[in-house]
């Protein structure tokens, strides 16, 4: 709703009490509540702002949201940074308790109480984006006149709550800064924020419930059925138990600052002293020799880490091989497992690394297949196995190996592909447990990746929306968000490419799949096959997403003849495989080079015309040089003006005005002669009628419009006539 209307709204509701049914029904709601608070919308908000103690309690008590949230809200900073916006946190309550924007918009912020420590609960501050989403635990936009007060009208915020690992809502992300730099994508980079910190929590509050704590002091003296000591990077002894010291052979005092080749054989003292410098941060089951009557101990190794994270030394536990149970090797094995696939979590490992701990596990090879970014994660020792992952569809794949589906929310995100099943039908409890474990921490990496991937698209889709529509503010600007964004400086010429998605909605419903895709992600993987078409060739890409609509931008170094070359092999490619996996059409526009990054609103127009130029004069499934429409071009300039209806009129109204009294198809069959460069025999095989029948529409349509078709001059009038046409025909 524009800003007027909305005041509008906004004055009969406070005025007269009548709700109009064009406004949000969560705006609706929230007005409601606001009388129900009995606030008065023409005066000052409540003002509500926490002393500096029980801000830093507040702080205190929010340590770890605030800590996961301050990187994606500085993330999130960059993408609006300079049109005067800015990112807060707030806790459940409403009172804000982090804050990063613009100077030039913080005085107008300061006004109104947008600061840290303020709260924006609705009761205080009647309808805004914190409080709303607070009361509604939604995302949502507040623009303008949709906020209750008045002295907040100049805002538009957009927010989204943020929930715990157990879906309790533990607070709120939001932008706000002035209605009049409002953008349409600012909510969807809101969400996908929010998303992302409660992913991180996620992932911390399994670090807190998985692994053990570091405190080794209490730990190591106080425990007396195993055996503890921790040892400086040089490998000498800091603290010891009594238990560990007996089986060393020496008193507790005598083993303190000692180094460990005292006690150890040469070869475990050697082997010992590489896990200082081992990537790994767990070792488990290590059999040690000792210098002391040649006893053997098996041992657990984990490193030790300072506030800084950096690795001091060790803490190993050893106890006595020759007493070392079944039960207990089962009760160590199991804890062992719990703890790799959790830390390979914590630690941020890819699933590629899960897939390696799983298979030292198991002995199976075995394969990780992501839909959602249409990847594999191997790893394997026969080369069939890898041989048929490289080169076989995934149904073929899916048919010929066993495997699992890695759920999220009911839907299919990844299979994990099983070389060996009758390994598999033999694996032990253990190998169960491991199995499991596996699987879960692949889910909770997918949900992580998928999450930081979505918010990292969120910006650079809005980044490139706002170079093609013009809304950036200055060269440095842009080149600088593309260095954060992207990673590199524009360096040689830049090209747009749009691939128009030929009637998607429509085939969506005929498209077979094994699993349920919905239409964003189709589109998601097409753009996927695309990106992986075009790398090799073009490495530096940007892309966003319109309706049914991809749109690139490319860096390319080639001559424009190379790059025209390259293009079309490139897109038939492309063509073949989305016409195989999806059967679908693109009709793909090209535009001229660009050698400045603030002349991409010229690349995406021309590449936009190219598209509909194809689409007016070829139904889909072509490509269009926007350098190829030549003398066309100035069709589009004609067709704007009343010169071009007279035009098509005088060549093509008697026979479009024949088609509409008798109900005949003969605009139709011209066309398409046009189209087929005047050949009946082929035009008649494509409209699928006789050639007798095509030769009788040809002579009917010289009759109606009095020309002879055999004449070149008039079959260009009629061809520009057409052309015309259907430029000012409604765009598809």
Same mark, same amino acid.
């Given at each position: 709703?524009?800003?007027?209307?909305?005041?509008?709204?906004?004055?009969?509701?406070?005025?007269?009490?009548?709700?109009?049914?064009?406004?949000?029904?969560?705006?609706?709601?929230?007005?409601?509540?606001?009388?129900?608070?009995?606030?008065?919308?023409?005066?000052?908000?409540?003002?509500?702002?926490?002393?500096?103690?029980?801000?830093?309690?507040?702080?205190?008590?929010?340590?770890?949201?605030?800590?996961?949230?301050?990187?994606?809200?500085?993330?999130?900073?960059?993408?609006?940074?300079?049109?005067?916006?800015?990112?807060?946190?707030?806790?459940?309550?409403?009172?804000?308790?982090?804050?990063?924007?613009?100077?030039?918009?913080?005085?107008?912020?300061?006004?109104?109480?947008?600061?840290?420590?303020?709260?924006?609960?609705?009761?205080?501050?009647?309808?805004?984006?914190?409080?709303?989403?607070?009361?509604?635990?939604?995302?949502?936009?507040?623009?303008?006149?949709?906020?209750?007060?008045?002295?907040?009208?100049?805002?538009?915020?957009?927010?989204?709550?943020?929930?715990?690992?157990?879906?309790?809502?533990?607070?709120?992300?939001?932008?706000?800064?002035?209605?009049?730099?409002?953008?349409?994508?600012?909510?969807?980079?809101?969400?996908?924020?929010?998303?992302?910190?409660?992913?991180?929590?996620?992932?911390?509050?399994?670090?807190?419930?998985?692994?053990?704590?570091?405190?080794?002091?209490?730990?190591?003296?106080?425990?007396?059925?195993?055996?503890?000591?921790?040892?400086?990077?040089?490998?000498?002894?800091?603290?010891?138990?009594?238990?560990?010291?007996?089986?060393?052979?020496?008193?507790?005092?005598?083993?303190?600052?000692?180094?460990?080749?005292?006690?150890?054989?040469?070869?475990?003292?050697?082997?010992?002293?590489?896990?200082?410098?081992?990537?790994?941060?767990?070792?488990?089951?290590?059999?040690?020799?000792?210098?002391?009557?040649?006893?053997?101990?098996?041992?657990?190794?984990?490193?030790?880490?300072?506030?800084?994270?950096?690795?001091?030394?060790?803490?190993?536990?050893?106890?006595?091989?020759?007493?070392?149970?079944?039960?207990?090797?089962?009760?160590?094995?199991?804890?062992?497992?719990?703890?790799?696939?959790?830390?390979?979590?914590?630690?941020?490992?890819?699933?590629?690394?899960?897939?390696?701990?799983?298979?030292?596990?198991?002995?199976?090879?075995?394969?990780?297949?992501?839909?959602?970014?249409?990847?594999?994660?191997?790893?394997?020792?026969?080369?069939?196995?890898?041989?048929?992952?490289?080169?076989?569809?995934?149904?073929?794949?899916?048919?010929?190996?066993?495997?699992?589906?890695?759920?999220?929310?009911?839907?299919?995100?990844?299979?994990?592909?099983?070389?060996?099943?009758?390994?598999?039908?033999?694996?032990?409890?253990?190998? #169960?447990?491991? &199995? $499991?474990?596996? /699987? @879960?921490?692949?889910? %909770?990496? !997918?949900? *992580? =990746?998928?999450?930081?991937?979505?918010?990292?698209?969120?910006?650079?889709?809005?980044?490139?929306?706002?170079?093609?529509?013009?809304?950036?503010?200055?060269?440095?600007?842009?080149?600088?968000?593309?260095?954060?964004?992207?990673?590199?400086?524009?360096?040689?010429?830049?090209?747009?490419?749009?691939?128009?998605?030929?009637?998607?909605?429509?085939?969506?419903?005929?498209?077979?799949?094994?699993? #349920?895709?919905? &239409? $964003?992600?189709? /589109? @998601?993987?097409?753009? %996927?096959? !695309?990106? *992986? =078409?075009?790398?090799?060739?073009?490495?530096?890409?940007?892309?966003?997403?319109?309706?049914?609509?991809?749109?690139?931008?490319?860096?390319?170094?080639?001559?424009?003849?190379?790059?025209?070359?390259?293009?079309?092999?490139?897109?038939?490619?492309?063509?073949?495989?989305?016409?195989?996996?999806?059967?679908?059409?693109?009709?793909?526009?090209?535009?001229?080079?660009?050698?400045?990054?603030?002349?991409?609103?010229?690349?995406?127009?021309?590449?936009?015309?190219?598209?509909?130029?194809?689409? *007016?004069?070829?139904?889909?499934?072509?490509?269009?040089?926007?350098?190829?429409?030549?003398?066309?071009?100035?069709?589009?300039?004609?067709?704007?003006?009343?010169?071009?209806?007279?035009?098509?009129?005088?060549?093509?109204?008697?026979?479009?005005?024949?088609?509409?009294?008798?109900?005949?198809?003969?605009?139709?069959?011209?066309?398409?002669?046009?189209?087929?460069?005047?050949?009946?025999?082929?035009?008649?095989?494509?409209?699928?009628?006789?050639?007798?029948?095509?030769?009788?529409?040809?002579? *009917?349509?010289?009759?109606?419009?009095?020309?002879?078709?055999?004449?070149?001059?008039?079959?260009?009038?009629?061809?520009?006539?057409?052309?015309?046409?259907?430029?000012?025909?409604?765009?598809?």
């Amino acid at each position: 709703m524009e800003k007027d209307k909305l005041l509008e709204t906004w004055r009969s509701y406070i005025f007269q009490g009548e709700l109009e049914d064009n406004l949000d029904e969560r705006i609706k709601k929230s007005w409601q509540r606001c009388t129900e608070y009995k606030i008065n919308p023409l005066g000052r908000t409540e003002i509500n702002v926490l002393s500096k103690n029980d801000l830093q309690n507040r702080l205190d008590k929010y340590a770890e949201v605030v800590r996961v949230a301050t990187p994606i809200m500085k993330e999130l900073y960059q993408t609006i940074k300079g049109s005067n916006f800015m990112v807060l946190l707030t806790d459940a309550e409403g009172y804000i308790l982090k804050s990063i924007g613009d100077d030039s918009f913080m005085p107008k912020a300061q006004q109104v109480h947008l600061i840290e420590g303020a709260n924006w609960h609705e009761r205080l501050k009647g309808t805004n984006a914190i409080g709303t989403a607070i009361e509604e635990e939604t995302a949502l936009n507040v623009y303008a006149n949709e906020h209750y007060f008045e002295e907040n009208h100049f805002l538009t915020c957009s927010a989204a709550p943020i929930f715990d690992a157990q879906d309790n809502l533990i607070g709120v992300i939001d932008v706000s800064g002035n209605y009049h730099s409002a953008h349409q994508h600012t909510l969807g980079m809101v969400v996908a924020a929010a998303n992302a910190i409660k992913q991180q929590l996620v992932l911390e509050n399994m670090k807190k419930e998985l692994t053990i704590p570091n405190k080794t002091d209490h730990f190591i003296l106080n425990s007396d059925l195993d055996g503890y000591f921790t040892i400086t990077n040089d490998g000498v002894i800091t603290q010891i138990n009594q238990r560990a010291s007996q089986l060393l052979g020496y008193p507790q005092k005598d083993c303190i600052n000692k180094n460990l080749n005292i006690f150890f054989s040469g070869s475990s003292f050697s082997s010992l002293m590489k896990l200082i410098t081992s990537q790994q941060k767990i070792h488990e089951d290590v059999v040690w020799n000792l210098n002391q009557e040649k006893l053997q101990v098996i041992s657990q190794v984990r490193k030790i880490f300072n506030q800084s994270g950096e690795a001091t030394g060790l803490v190993i536990k050893i106890d006595d091989f020759a007493s070392y149970t079944d039960d207990k090797r089962t009760e160590d094995l199991l804890k062992r497992i719990q703890q790799i696939f959790s830390d390979l979590i914590i630690n941020a490992e890819d699933s590629q690394q899960i897939i390696n701990a799983l298979n030292k596990f198991i002995n199976i090879d075995i394969a990780c297949y992501n839909i959602y970014f249409d990847n594999f994660c191997v790893e394997a020792s026969s080369a069939e196995f890898a041989d048929d992952l490289n080169k076989l569809e995934l149904e073929d794949i899916l048919t010929k190996y066993q495997y699992d589906e890695i759920k999220i929310d009911n839907e299919v995100y990844s299979y994990l592909i099983y070389c060996n099943q009758q390994r598999l039908t033999d694996m032990n409890d253990e190998d #169960k447990i491991a &199995l $499991e474990y596996a /699987k @879960h921490s692949l889910k %909770l990496n !997918i949900q *992580k =990746k998928i999450s930081e991937h979505q918010i990292r698209i969120r910006y650079r889709e809005q980044l490139l929306q706002d170079l093609i529509f013009d809304n950036i503010l200055s060269l440095e600007d842009a080149q600088s968000k593309i260095d954060h964004l992207y990673g590199w400086t524009i360096e040689d010429k830049l090209v747009t490419i749009i691939f128009g998605i030929d009637n998607l909605e429509e085939e969506y419903l005929n498209l077979q799949y094994d699993f #349920k895709q919905s &239409l $964003e992600d189709i /589109k @998601h993987r097409i753009y %996927l096959l !695309i990106e *992986k =078409k075009f790398k090799d060739s073009f490495p530096h890409i940007m892309y966003t997403i319109f309706s049914d609509n991809i749109l690139l931008v490319v860096e390319s170094s080639f001559s424009r003849r190379e790059f025209e070359k390259e293009i079309k092999k490139i897109i038939k490619e492309v063509k073949e495989d989305i016409q195989k996996n999806y059967q679908l059409d693109l009709t793909i526009g090209i535009s001229n080079y660009r050698s400045s990054l603030m002349k991409l609103n010229e690349c995406y127009r021309e590449a936009k015309t190219a598209v509909r130029f194809s689409r *007016k004069w070829y139904d889909k499934d072509r490509t269009m040089f926007y350098n190829q429409l030549g003398v066309y071009k100035a069709l589009d300039y004609i067709a704007q003006t009343d010169i071009g209806e007279e035009l098509y009129q005088f060549y093509l109204g008697s026979l479009i005005d024949y088609d509409k009294e008798h109900n005949t198809e003969l605009l139709h069959t011209l066309r398409h002669l046009i189209i087929n460069n005047w050949n009946m025999k082929e035009t008649a095989q494509k409209l699928f009628i006789h050639y007798n029948t095509m030769k009788y529409r040809v002579k *009917k349509i010289e009759e109606i419009l009095d020309i002879d078709l055999n004449d070149s001059d008039q079959k260009f009038n009629l061809n520009l006539a057409l052309k015309l046409l259907q430029l000012l025909q409604t765009d598809e």
